[in-house]
């Protein structure tokens, strides 16, 4: 999952973030130097914001599961505000931020999957028909646009909308890798070599998707190939060039972590290595904050750690945990523990909204408290693993919904900035499926399972009742009383007659599919972590709908509506994360289940797969220390 900042939109503003640019507007072009958007500048027009802390508790459809118990960890608060905080980088950690220090028990290589008997569980029919997927895409971008950022499948050409350092093939690589598709990662690994990382003619770098793209691509590949588990055989001083080249770019980007309480501004300066701020504006009482979404800010303790133990160089974590202490204790108080709103005050560190949940915008933010303790378990990820059960106990209780009429049809719904149930679900939220599934091997809580396989089905009916197979952006439903969030939609003939039908219905604007991984994500969890068949089956059948509608002479494109005959039209894009985590996903469900077996491997939220850390550091053939790479953070010790 994965994205930078995109604004979804009910009857109050939603505020969103993963992948904020899909193609650039019609009228860009490249003779006036690239399409570069300033960082956002959002406004408020529904305020003022007001929590709606009286909210009724609701039956969902697991209201019989037993609530869990959170406890916070003995003697750690929230204890800093912005006028005790030290400024990065004149203190490397805030005061009340956790260290990490102490390690608790974790068994070694914690089975995560499905006992699948040897030799079975994997379709090598199918696996080879998304490896040709994969390289039908790759072969277009190579003829039409290899070394800029993207493939433009329309009219067969390239753009640089990631800075220019070639994001396809940082992002692919380690999707290659994993296939064995060894002179794609042969010529993909010569480019990577020469990127200069330092610079960019492309303006101010947006740190959330340079992080988890960039940063987390070349990392992985990484350690991939220092495993053992994959080919190798390539020249040295390429393979060591992922990681002092990972090491350059979050040099650059870690600028953008010297504000006062330590969020990370929305992007950064390379020439004056300063942060540039995104703002967020209440209209109802004209105060502008200056405010990076939750999943944009927070999305980083798992790779920058990764990033940590290759290098030895323990600040690159620091900088990560730094602020959590502000989204794990977040003031005021969310309407619901542990569903935080999307937008908190970089100066600060005070939550502005409320608009809770597991969609766009928070995210990120909610997967990584789980997997960065399932990368390494400490005192530090133990706390994140807390909160993270803390929010996935008031999406049982709360969030997880039914539609009018369909008592076995489950969608989790976002709230509203005042924190009312907003009764819409974006594709984004589809990986909470995946991440419950995790959380219940992980933790032993089989009753998370339940919760998973829920969204995740609920996620697959909006892909197996649509004319093209493939899902939307968005959609909402009608509520017990077959009510609508917004009233407007109680008298929508046609909304009301799908919603009738299939339990749902897609607003105008939201009917695209844009390439996103989070539904087949979870389908992935699903079906390594339950070994049920029917999971891969649904995969296939999304396989099919993508290579029957998304596919043209130029490789894929994005489909414009997916309840029109072959999609209606398509849009000139194909994102780096179609290879990075589409393919990857599929792949990966059809393989032999050993591939990157979840007891060993944990993926960033762009499918990026890193070696667990099981019981402190021993349970991976890459190791957690140095590997001769220096860093300098020149001014950051």
């Known amino acids: 999952m994965a994205f930078s900042i995109l604004y979804l939109s009910l009857a109050a503003t939603l505020v969103a973030a993963e992948s904020s640019i899909t193609s650039p507007p019609a009228s860009w072009s490249e003779s006036v130097g690239g399409w570069w958007p300033d960082p956002a500048s959002v406004t408020e027009s529904s305020g003022p914001i007001i929590p709606s802390y009286t909210t009724p508790a609701v039956t969902t459809s697991l209201s019989s599961v037993p609530a869990y118990t959170y406890t916070s960890s003995p003697g750690y608060s929230r204890s ?80 640089n909308d990631w800075y220019g350092w070639g994001v396809t093939i940082v992002d692919a690589i380690d999707t290659a890798i994993i296939m064995n598709l060894t002179d794609v990662v042969a010529q993909q690994l010569a480019f990577i070599q020469k990127i200069d990382f330092t610079t960019t003619t492309y303006g101010p770098v947006e740190i ?96 920058w750690s990764r990033l940590s133990d290759l290098t030895g160089n323990q600040t690159y974590r620091q900088l990560a945990e730094r602020a959590e202490n502000y989204l794990i204790n977040p003031s005021p108080a969310p309407v619901y523990p542990g569903l935080v709103g999307t937008q908190f005050d970089i100066d600060t560190g005070r939550m502005l909204t409320f608009d809770g949940g597991f969609e766009a915008g928070v995210d990120s933010f909610l997967e990584y408290l789980l997997k960065s303790y399932q990368y390494q378990a400490t005192a530090t990820t133990t706390q994140y693993k807390d909160f993270w059960l803390q929010a996935a106990q008031s999406a049982r209780e709360y969030i997880a919904l039914h539609p009018y009429g369909f008592p076995d049809l489950t969608f989790l719904s976002q709230l509203d900035v005042n924190g009312t149930i907003a009764l819409a679900q974006d594709d984004f939220t589809c990986f909470a ?41 968005q959609w909402r439903w009608y509520n017990a009383s077959n009510l609508a969030y917004d009233p407007r939609d109680d008298i929508d003939a046609p909304e009301r007659k799908f919603a009738a039908k299939y339990g749902y219905f897609i607003p105008n604007g939201d009917e695209g599919w844009a390439s996103r991984p989070e539904p087949t994500e979870s389908l992935f969890y699903a079906y390594r972590i339950t070994g049920d068949s029917r999971w891969a089956e ?77 019981g402190g550091g021993n349970g991976s053939s890459v190791s957690g220390t140095s590997n001769g790479t220096t860093s300098s953070l020149t001014g950051y010790a």
């Open 538 to 614: 649904y995969a296939w059948q999304n396989f099919l709908a993508i290579n029957e509608t998304a596919r043209n002479a130029n490789g894929f494109a994005t489909v414009n509506n997916v309840n029109e005959p072959f999609g209606g039209s398509m849009t000139n894009a194909l994102d780096s994360f179609f290879f990075a985590e589409v393919m990857k996903y599929l792949y990966l469900i059809f393989s032999d289940p050993s591939l990157i077996d979840l007891a060993e491997w944990v993926f960033n939220t762009e499918a990026h797969p890193y070696p667990v850390q099981c």
């Open 80 to 159: 800093a505000t912005a006028a005790t905080v030290a400024p990065f980088p004149n203190a490397t950690t805030s005061a009340g931020s956790p260290s990490s220090t102490g390690y608790v028990a974790l068994p070694t290589c914690k089975p995560i999957q499905y006992a699948f008997p040897a030799g079975e569980g994997g379709n090598a029919e199918r696996a080879a028909a998304i490896k040709e997927a994969y390289l039908y895409g790759w072969e277009a971008y190579v003829k039409f646009a290899f070394g800029k950022d993207e493939l433009q499948p329309l009219n067969g050409s390239g753009v």
């Open 433 to 473: 499926g995946g991440n419950f599934l995790l959380g219940a091997k992980l933790l032993d809580m089989p009753d998370l399972l339940d919760l998973g396989l829920a969204v995740t089905d609920g996620c697959h009916q909006t892909y197996n009742t649509t004319l093209t197979g493939l899902g939307p952006i």
């Open 208 to 303: 959330f998707d340079v992080s988890i793209r960039y940063l987390g691509g070349l990392i992985s590949a990484y350690d991939l190939l220092k495993s053992g588990q994959f080919f190798n055989a390539y020249p040295q001083n390429q393979i060591e060039a992922l990681l002092s080249q990972a090491v350059s770019l979050a040099d650059k980007i870690a600028f953008g972590f010297n504000t006062p309480t330590g969020l990370s501004s929305a992007n950064v300066n390379f020439t004056s290595n300063q942060p540039v701020f995104a703002t967020y504006t209440i209209a109802a009482t004209n105060v502008t904050y200056n405010s990076t979404n939750t999943a944009s800010t927070r999305t980083y303790i798992l790779d």
